[in-house]
């Protein structure tokens, strides 16, 4: 059995078609939920009175846990009666522990930051223990020749609703602040958080379960995935990306925290500017797609994981938002190519037999380096020597150069899976992503649009930073 095979009768296929559009809406809702765990939790953090090193670990603790969890991936499955039984019950769990976040503001209790770790931890944990059956799943439900295509323009239409989501709530924070309090604006977000996952979960729970077909040799352990590392492209690119993630963890929970704490951005200027990557987003995400298609997405990641040292690089004198704005344009746009053509990677190089415990072992082996470099870069930013006279401004130096040592010691490691991709320099590919020498020609680009009832996952927003 190969990756690209596609167990859909013709009984299913009209079903099949009916779960993308629901997929599409249940993704729509998943966005405004994003929008809020992701772009505002450590801003509330700040609120309750987080410090440098209690940021770092409420990003590291909650990952290390929930990585953890991806061992159980394909038990939970079979415990659960079925990946789509499993997600359901993943979604509510999400909705009731996202609900009394905001809460945190108003209790009399000495521990707050402790608390809110716990709550993002079981948080996280199901989303971690659902993520493999996800991605299972909904990869099935689409051809691999059009996958990148369609999760390109579907999270271009999701980028939408997370461009509106975090301007919505932006200017609702700024206001409610002079208005009411900040307080009040984040528990307000927070229950609508959990509110748009059990939308959500109304959603997925009217798409089809497809069954899974497992043979013998499609279990096997962690330690027998690990041991196969000299021989297997799939655990080379595994740790490449894994390498990437540490590097950009040791900085990534700290851009909010320069931005609000030391420069002193107002919620609606941190909102602009975790705007701009999400905006880029929306061109991007297709773009890569159309080109990973021809090309392959091996080739994708390594052309941006070459531009993703210089982010933080780009960080280091800019002190107020139009600049970083700027910075953040040219961010979006790489880190959307990365994203995208990560997951895709791992549907075209796994049987979909052994896609849940693979994408079970690449999000654990991806968690620890979480951990890593965000414990690491709690470690070092109180040892690291001020740069420009601010205290984050040394460890972005650092992050980048440990992008570039990953990039160019791993990447070379693993190559493409699909035998009909094009063989094209890095000079033409460059070429044509930005649209100056267009390498697919228009039959291609047409062929690659999708229809309407065609999404494909929920593409996490390009990062800050």
Not at 27 to 37: D, P, S, T
Not at 284 to 296: C, L, M, N, T
Not at 299 to 316: E, H, Q, V
Not at 413 to 423: I, L, M, S
């Amino acid at each position: 059995m190969t990756p690209t095979d596609r167990r859909i009768s013709s009984d299913q296929e009209a079903q099949v078609q009916k779960s993308l559009t629901l997929c599409l809406r249940e993704g729509v809702a998943a966005q405004v939920m994003i929008g809020i765990a992701d772009y505002f939790l450590i801003p509330f953090a700040l609120l309750l009175g987080a410090g440098h090193h209690e940021i770092g670990f409420l990003v590291a603790v909650p990952n290390l846990i929930a990585s953890a969890f991806q061992f159980f991936a394909v038990k939970a499955v079979d415990w659960a009666g079925g990946r789509l039984r499993l997600l359901l019950m993943g979604f509510f769990v999400q909705a009731v522990f996202l609900l009394p976040i905001g809460l945190l503001s108003y209790l009399d209790i000495s521990r707050k930051i402790l608390v809110l770790t716990v709550l993002v931890t079981v948080f996280k944990s199901s989303g971690s223990l659902m993520g493999p059956a996800w991605g299972s799943l909904v990869s099935e439900y689409l051809p691999a020749q059009r996958r990148g295509a369609y999760f390109g323009v579907r999270s271009r239409l999701l980028g939408i609703t997370g461009l509106i989501n975090l301007s919505f709530w932006g200017v609702f924070l700024t206001v409610w602040k002079e208005w009411y309090s900040s307080a009040a604006g984040f528990l307000i977000m927070f229950m609508a958080a959990g509110i748009a996952r059990l939308i959500g979960t109304w959603y997925m729970a009217r798409m089809i379960d497809l069954p899974q077909h497992r043979k013998r040799e499609d279990e096997f352990t962690f330690w027998m995935f690990l041991r196969r590392f000299k021989e297997s492209n799939f655990v080379k690119y595994v740790f490449y990306v894994s390498g990437i993630t540490f590097a950009t963890n040791l900085s990534a929970p700290y851009f909010s925290v320069h931005m609000l704490r030391d420069l002193h951005f107002s919620y609606l200027s941190y909102m602009v500017v975790s705007l701009a990557p999400v905006v880029t987003g929306l061109i991007a995400f297709p773009i890569w797609g159309r080109h990973a298609d021809s090309v392959g997405n091996a080739r994708i990641l390594k052309i941006t994981g070459l531009f993703i040292p210089i982010i933080p690089l780009l960080w280091l004198i800019p002190r107020t938002p139009v600049p970083l704005v700027l910075v953040e344009l040219f961010s979006g746009f790489v880190w959307g190519g990365f994203n995208l053509c990560a997951i895709n990677f791992i549907y075209d190089a796994v049987a979909p037999a052994k896609r849940v415990r693979c994408l079970g072992y690449f999000n654990f082996i991806n968690g620890i380096a979480i951990f890593a470099g965000a414990a690491a870069g709690a470690w070092l930013v109180d040892r690291l020597p001020l740069t420009g006279g601010l205290p984050f401004l040394s460890l972005f130096i650092v992050s980048a150069g440990a992008r570039f040592l990953a990039n160019i010691s791993l990447a070379r490691h693993f190559k493409e899976v699909r035998a009909e991709a094009r063989a094209v320099s890095s000079t033409d590919l460059f070429f044509s992503v930005v649209g100056i020498r267009p390498i697919l020609g228009r039959d291609q680009e047409i062929v690659a649009l999708p229809s309407k009832s065609a999404p494909g996952f929920v593409e996490r927003p390009p990062r800050v930073g």
